[in-house]
């Protein structure tokens, strides 16, 4: 089960002459070992041609139809969505573009699997969406089959993407783009929320009676970000995973934070002036490596002589840093993370944000 790690040599002036080259772990081996059955491909070309394809359709209609209402273009993306007044209290990231800039209504969804099982793509030539089977499996089975979570997972997807191609991340630009390890987080960031408040105002929209009320449109945006950690899971290796890019569990890091700060918040305002700023946490005391211009983590091995810690700004600008003590264990989150287990993950955040409570900083001041 260990990676092995093959190098090439080649006697070059000027250059080294050993340079990484296949690297071998029982993940990779996994992930391609089991071909699809019929079954899962039915499955995969249902989630395909009548959810995505009609989720994409709504998405469509959903940034007509607000073009279509809005007289003055001159406002903030933020101020055509629903909750307006906290929305504009904490007016977050003002620089994005409106949804209907960055979506194009001639698009659709291809029929036929994209060549690569595990990812997707989008042709702007041909305005085709481009989706892998075992992507869609994946996203499948992350709700357990649940069709509404399901439609809401693809639909954050979707803001989410429509958004990276204003931001100029697609498959055009997209080659190697993981060396921008910070720029990558930051812009994900965004994207993420993007995404969560566009899916809390076509909520509000489309099925009014979901949400009623400050608290239940509070607890939705807790829920969404939620669906969105538990869709990030469909793009890792299968577990146990403990060779993780930095970057990666980053933003797993962020978004678990902002979900239980975003949950305990006081009011909406304040749940929103949590999300208007990106975040600042991390793990330190993992070993590092590098590789492709990747910085990668070992889940598994802490570096010697060194205990890991857990250090985050909090919301009134203080840094702090916190060791394993009690049900705050470090290496237990670590091994869940490791083992993709989703609410071992939960548990350890409750726990953090009860232990930065009982100091100040883990929200923001009270808002009225």
């Not at 990276?164 to 929320?193: M, P």
């Not at 970000?225 to 577990?239: K, M, Q």
Request: proline share 5%; with cysteine.
């Amino acid at each position: 089960g260990s990676a092995v790690q093959t190098y090439r040599h080649r006697v070059t002036e000027g250059a080294p002459s050993y340079r990484e080259a296949i690297r071998l772990t029982a993940n990779e081996l996994a992930a391609g070992a089991a071909p699809l059955t019929d079954t899962e491909r039915a499955l995969a070309d249902h989630v395909r041609r009548e959810i995505f394809a009609d989720v994409l359709r709504g998405v469509i209609t959903f940034a007509t139809m607000k073009r279509s209402d809005v007289e003055d273009l001159s406002r903030s993306w933020f101020a055509y969505l629903q909750p307006r007044e906290p929305l504009a209290a904490t007016a977050p990231f003002p620089t994005l573009p409106a949804i209907w800039t960055v979506v194009d209504p001639r698009d659709a969804v291809a029929l036929e699997p994209y060549h690569d099982p595990f990812t997707y793509g989008r042709d702007k030539d041909q305005h085709l969406w481009m989706v892998g089977d075992r992507l869609l499996l994946a996203f499948h089975h992350a709700v357990a089959g649940d069709e509404v979570k399901l439609r809401r997972l693809i639909r954050l997807f979707l803001f989410h993407e429509y958004l990276h191609d204003y931001q100029v991340l697609t498959k055009y630009t997209a080659e190697d783009v993981g060396s921008f390890a910070n720029c990558l987080e930051r812009i994900d960031y965004l994207a993420d929320l993007y995404a969560v408040l566009h899916q809390l105002d076509y909520t509000l929209r489309q099925e009014p009676g979901e949400i009623q009320g400050e608290q239940a449109q509070q607890e939705f945006m807790a829920g969404q970000i939620n669906l969105a950690i538990e869709s990030f899971w469909a793009f890792e290796p299968p577990a146990p995973n403990v060779r993780w890019q930095e970057r990666r569990l980053r933003r797993y890091l962020n978004w678990f934070w902002r979900r239980v700060q975003v949950l305990r918040a006081p009011n909406l305002r304040v749940a929103l002036a949590v999300l208007a700023r990106q975040p600042a946490i991390e793990v330190a005391g993992l070993t590092h490596s590098v590789g492709r211009g990747r910085i990668f983590v070992h889940l598994d091995r802490p570096r010697v002589g060194e205990d890991l810690e857990i250090g985050l700004v909090l919301e009134d600008d203080r840094f702090q840093r916190y060791g394993t003590a009690g049900d705050l264990s470090i290496e237990r989150m670590l091994a869940a993370f490791a083992n993709a287990e989703h609410q071992q993950i939960q548990r350890f955040f409750n726990s953090l944000f009860e232990t930065v409570n009982a100091t100040g900083g883990a929200l923001p001041p009270v808002q009225q």
